[in-house]
C-alpha cells in the first residue's frame, strides 16, 4: 500500500516523426493526494531519474470532497512544474469539482487559478500543440460527461463525442488523447488518435493478472482493461492503475503505478 512500481513502455511514432528523434513521457494518474515521502520526494526522485520531457497528469490528482484542501495533489503538481513542462487532464474529481459549485464552493475556480499561475496546461475539452525534442505532437484533453462516468452506464460513448469537443485529430502531429475513463477502448480507437492515456480503475482493486482486476469503479467485475497496454489497429491505449485511491482504500496484487514512455525513441 506504501509502494509503487514504474512501468517502461516503448512505442512506435507511427510515422509522424523520424525513429530515433523521439522524446520520453512521465505519466501520472489518479494519485488522490497520495504522498510517497515528505512532499512525495520519493516520487519526484524517481520522475527525476527517468528524466522524461513532459509530464502528462492524467487527472485525479486532488480528492473532490465538500471542504477537502487540495494539497498535497497540486503542491506536487505545482513542484513538478518548476523543472518540466506539465500537462493536465481532467478526470472526474476534478469535473465533479465544477459540477456542483453548491458542494464544493469555489474550489474549482482554485484549482484553475493554482494550475495556471504554476504554469500548467490544463486541459478541459481543448487541445495543445507542442514541439518536444524536434517531434510535432498535439494533446486531446476529453472531460467526459457525467452520463458516461455514471455506475450502472453500459451504453457506447459516441465518437462524435470527441470530434464535437476535440475536432479530428491532426494527421501531421502525433496525437495523445488524454481520456479519464478507459472504459470505451473502441471508441478512442475510432476517434484515432496514436496514444490514450487513461486511468481511473485504480488497477480493479485486486490484481487478476496482468490487466484484470476485481471490480472497478463503475461497478465492473472482472474487468478485462484494468491497467496496462492495449493495441487497437494503428492506435494503443495505456491504462495506469493509479498511484493512490479513494473510498475503498485497499489494493492486493496491484501495486501503485508511475508509466514511463519512450516514444520513437531508440
Sequence with gaps: MRKFTTT????????????????????ISDLHNMEFGPDNTVLKAVIDEAAPD?????GDQIVAKPGENLDPGLSFAERLA????????????????????????????????????????????????????????RIYGYAMDRTYYNR??????????????????????????????????????SYGADLTLSGHYHGGVVGLGAHRGLVTPDFRLFSKNCRGLFLTGGTCQIISAGTGEHTIPVRIWNRRELIITDIGKP
Design 54 to 58: 513532459l509530464v502528462i497528469i492524467g
Design 8 to 27: 517502461y513502455y516503448k512505442l512506435s511514432s507511427n510515422g509522424k516523426f523520424l525513429e530515433g528523434n523521439g522524446f520520453r513521457l512521465a505519466f
Design 82 to 137: 518548476e523543472e518540466y513542462q506539465v500537462i493536465y487532464g481532467c478526470g472526474n474529481h476534478e469535473y465533479r469539482l465544477k459540477l456542483y459549485p453548491e458542494q464544493y464552493g469555489d474550489l474549482y475556480e482554485k484549482l484553475r487559478e493554482r494550475l495556471k499561475k504554476a504554469g500548467i496546461c490544463y486541459l478541459e475539452n481543448e487541445t495543445a500543440d507542442l514541439t518536444i525534442s524536434g517531434c510535432p505532437v
Design 152 to 189: 450502472f452506464y453500459r451504453g457506447p460513448l459516441p465518437v462524435s463525442e470527441l470530434t464535437d469537443h476535440l475536432g479530428k485529430p491532426d494527421p501531421a502531429r502525433y496525437g495523445i488523447l488524454l481520456a479519464h475513463h478507459p472504459a470505451y477502448l473502441s471508441s478512442y480507437a
